[in-house]
C-alpha cells in the first residue's frame, strides 16, 4: 500500500516521479555520487538507482564522471553528476533602461548573456515585446547553436505580474494588463517548454535564495529591491520558497505607507514608501538633477551620489541618512508582521548599502518589536542588481531540479 | 516500495499512521460515514479500513452510529462518527481582568466553562499562573467525572510568547520571559498530555479558522485582536496554516510604526499601533475617563463609548473614525505585504465593527495597491471575543483530528 502526504494513495508511476526528484535532489544538493552511495543515502535498492540514473542520463540532466581511478573495474564505482550539455534556463528582464538576458546550465555555467539599451518608458508595451522577443531569439539560438535544450523561459517584469494569467500591470509604465507571456509566446512561435512572468522583486528573492545568501542557510527573508526611478519592491521567501499571497500581490513594500500626508504616489496613494524613498525622491533630496533623459535608467546619477556622499557632501549624507529612516519605517512593518531571519538588500539600495545598512540595522535593532530579544540583520545582495535576472534563469531550470519526471526534455528545439 | 513528499521511503508503521489521518480526516470534515464509503473516496481496501476504523473506534475517537435502518443485517451499512464521549481539549486564557477555561468533546460540544474575575496587571505573575492551575484542575475534574480524556491543554497569553521554550515576555503587566508552561505543568504535577502557551492573537485566528469564518471557507487572512487596554495583536492564516514567522514573531502588527513622531508606547517605540489605536487612546480621544480599576477590564468604558456614538456623541463618533483610519494604515501595510483573501475584526474590535468596518473597508479600497483589481474584504469575527478560546480548545484537540496516530489516548487520567 502506497500513499502520499496529501492523502490519497499513490500509483507506480508517481512512485517512480518522486524517486527520480529523490535521486536528482541528491546529486544535485550534495554534488556526484555514485549510484551504491545514491541507493545508501535515499534507502532505495540498487536496481532502482541503476534505473532512476539511467533515465536521468537518458534524459540529459546526469553524466558519468570521468574515471578518477582508472585502475579500477566495472560500472558500480562511477559516479554520476549534474550534466552542463543537456538542458540550459532562459532568464529576461525588463527595466527601465534596458532588456537583458541570461541563459545558464544545470551546472550554472552562463551560456549567453547580453543586454540592450532601451527607453522602456518612451516604448509602448508592443515595442518593448518585440524587442524583447529578438533578443530571446538570440538566447536561443545560441543555446541551440551549443545543442543546449531550453527547460524553459522566465521574465522578470518591474510591476504588478498576474502569474496565472501572464499580465502585467505598471502604472509608471502605463502598461494596463498586457498579456505578456501571450504576446511573447506568439513572437516565439508558441514554443514547447513553459514560458512564465513574474515580478522582479520575487525573481530578486528566488535569485538570491538559489545563488546568494540563500546558499549559506538563509531559508525565511525579505528582498528588498530597489529599481529605476520610483521602483521599490520586496519578496518574501519562506521556509525556501517564494510567499505570494492569495492573488500573487504579496511584496509590495513599496506601497506601504510611510508618511501618512506625505506626497503623492503614481499608485494613488499619498505617503507610499516608493513616493518618499524612491530614487527619484532619494536624488532629488540630495539636489542631484535628474534630466528627463535619464529617466531611463538611474545608474548615472546614482553614481554622482555615491561619489558626493563619499566625499562628504552634506546634502548628499543628509538625503541617504533620511531615505535609511523611511526604509526602515517600512522595514519595522515587515519585520513586526513577518518576523523573517534576514533583511536582504539589493538592486540599487544594495549599491549605496555602505551608507543604508548601518542606520536601518540600528533603527531596526531600537524600533522593531521583537529586537529586545534577537536581531533580524540586515545584508546586502551580492548579487551586483542581477539578482531577478539569476532568479528568472534558475526558475526555468527548478522544474528539471526538482521534478525531472515532470517535463518533456527530448525533443529537438529550434526557435529562431 | 513506498515513498513519502518529503524524500526517503517511508515503512509500514508510517503509512498505516497516515492511514489513520486520511480516515480520521474523512469522517472528520464529511460526517459519519460507512466503513465501505470511507474505502471507496479514499482508495484503500475494504480489510484495511475495517481494521483502521476497528483502531479509532478503541481509541475512542470514533464510534459506531445508531442503526438508521433496524431492517438491514449485519455490519457494512452501519455508519462511524466522531466519538463526543473519548477525548476533549481544554482551552485556558489570560484577559486583563478575568481568566477564562473553556473544554470541548471531539463533537464540538462544550463540556466545560467558567471564568473568574482576576486583575492581572496587579497579580504577579506567581498568583496568576496558580489561579489559572486551580481553573485547569477544576475543567480536568469536570471532564474526569464525565468519563472524557483530556487530550491537550493550550493557554492563551496576550504578549509575546516563545512557544517553543513556553515563556511569556509582557511589558504591560511587566512579565519577563516567565515559564508559564513549566509552572503550570509543575501545579498540575506533571499531566501526561500536552500542556501547551500560544499567543492569543495566533489563536484568536486558529480560532476563526476552525470555528469561524474558515468553516466558510476563508483560507488565508489576518485576524486583527483587539484586546484589554493596550493590545492590538494579527494571527496570520495562510493556506490554512498559523504563520509564524522564524522565531514566531509574527503578527506584532500592534508595533507597525502608523505615526513617525506618534506617542511613545510601552514597547519603547514611537507612533506603535497599539499606542495609537489601542482601547485606551480610544477612550481618551472620546473623552471617556478610563478609572484606574478599569484597568483591569476594558469592557464598561467601551461600552459606554458605544452607547455615545449610538446618541451620536461627536466625540465618539470623531474617536471611532480617527482610530479606524489609524488601523487602516497599519492594515495597508499588511495587505500590501501579505496580499491575505480578507481581514477579520476580533475581540473588542468587532464590538465596534459597525463605527470601524466601513471606514477600514473604504481606506482599503481607496489605498491598498491591489485593492485597483481585488478588495480585500473587511469582516467581523462571530466569536463574541472568544475566538483566543476557541482556537485554544480546537489546538487542544487538533493532534487527535488530524494525527490520531501520534497521540497516546489510552491512560486514564485523574488530575486535581
Redesign the interface.
Known amino acids: 500500500?502506497?500513499?502520499?502526504?496529501?492523502?490519497?494513495?499513490?500509483d507506480q508511476r508517481s512512485?517512480r516521479r518522486?524517486?527520480l526528484a529523490?535521486v536528482m535532489?541528491q546529486v544535485a544538493e550534495l554534488g556526484p555520487r555514485s549510484r551504491a552511495t545514491i541507493a545508501a543515502e535515499?534507502?532505495?535498492n540498487k536496481t532502482?538507482v541503476s534505473s532512476l540514473v539511467g533515465e536521468l542520463i537518458e534524459r540529459r540532466l546526469f553524466q558519468e564522471t570521468t574515471i578518477e581511478n582508472p585502475g579500477a573495474v566495472g560500472r558500480p564505482g562511477r559516479k554520476v553528476q549534474l550534466s552542463g550539455d543537456g538542458v540550459a534556463g532562459v532568464g529576461l528582464e525588463v527595466d527601465e533602461g534596458q532588456l537583458a538576458a541570461l541563459a545558464t546550465d544545470l551546472t550554472g555555467r552562463t551560456r549567453f548573456s547580453e543586454s540592450v539599451s532601451l527607453d522602456t518608458w518612451a516604448s509602448g508595451p508592443e515595442d518593448v515585446i518585440q524587442q524583447l522577443a529578438a533578443l530571446a531569439r538570440k538566447a536561443l539560438s545560441a543555446l541551440s547553436a551549443q545543442m543546449l535544450i531550453p527547460a524553459g523561459v522566465t521574465v522578470a517584469l518591474p510591476g504588478?505580474v498576474d502569474i496565472t494569467r501572464g499580465t502585467l500591470?505598471n502604472p509608471n509604465l502605463g502598461w494596463e494588463g498586457v498579456p505578456v507571456a501571450d504576446l511573447l509566446r506568439r513572437h516565439l512561435d508558441h514554443p514547447p517548454f513553459p514560458l512564465r512572468i513574474d515580478n522582479d522583486a520575487n525573481l530578486g528573492a528566488l535569485g538570491e535564495l538559489w545563488h546568494g545568501h540563500g546558499r549559506a542557510g538563509l531559508r525565511?527573508f525579505v528582498y528588498l529591491h530597489g529599481k529605476g526611478t520610483m521602483g521599490i519592491g520586496?519578496g518574501?521567501i519562506?521556509d525556501s520558497r517564494i510567499?505570494?499571497?492569495?492573488?500573487?500581490?504579496?511584496?509590495?513594500?513599496?506601497?506601504?505607507?510611510?508618511?501618512?500626508r506625505g506626497p503623492l504616489c503614481t499608485?494613488?496613494?499619498?505617503g507610499c514608501l516608493a513616493a518618499v524613498a524612491g530614487a527619484l525622491a532619494l536624488l532629488r533630496t540630495a539636489k542631484i538633477p535628474v534630466a528627463k533623459v535619464e529617466l531611463s535608467g538611474i545608474d548615472s546619477p546614482l553614481e554622482l551620489l555615491k561619489e558626493r556622499a563619499r566625499t562628504g557632501n552634506l546634502d548628499a549624507t543628509r538625503a541617504l541618512t533620511e531615505t535609511a529612516r523611511v526604509l526602515s519605517?517600512?522595514l519595522?512593518?515587515?519585520v513586526?508582521?513577518?518576523?523573517?531571519?534576514a533583511i536582504v538588500l539589493g538592486g540599487w539600495l544594495a549599491g549605496l548599502s555602505e551608507w543604508l545598512v548601518p542606520v536601518v540595522q540600528r533603527e531596526l535593532n531600537?524600533?522593531?518589536?521583537?529586537a529586545?530579544?534577537?536581531e533580524c540583520p540586515v545584508v546586502t545582495s551580492g548579487l551586483q542588481g542581477s539578482a531577478p535576472l539569476f532568479g528568472a534563469t534558475a526558475l526555468s531550470l527548478h522544474e528539471a531540479l526538482t521534478d525531472p519526471g515532470s517535463i518533456e526534455l527530448s525533443q529537438a528545439v529550434t526557435v529562431g
Open positions: 500500500m502506497n500513499a502520499d502526504a496529501n492523502g490519497g494513495p499513490v512512485v518522486h524517486n529523490l535532489r535515499t534507502g532505495l532502482t504588478r500591470v525565511d520586496a518574501i519562506v510567499f505570494r499571497g492569495t492573488q500573487g500581490f504579496s511584496g509590495e513594500i513599496g506601497h506601504v505607507v510611510v508618511s501618512r499608485c494613488g496613494n499619498r519605517l517600512a519595522i512593518s515587515a513586526n508582521l513577518l518576523n523573517p531571519e531600537a524600533r522593531a518589536f521583537a529586545r530579544w534577537w
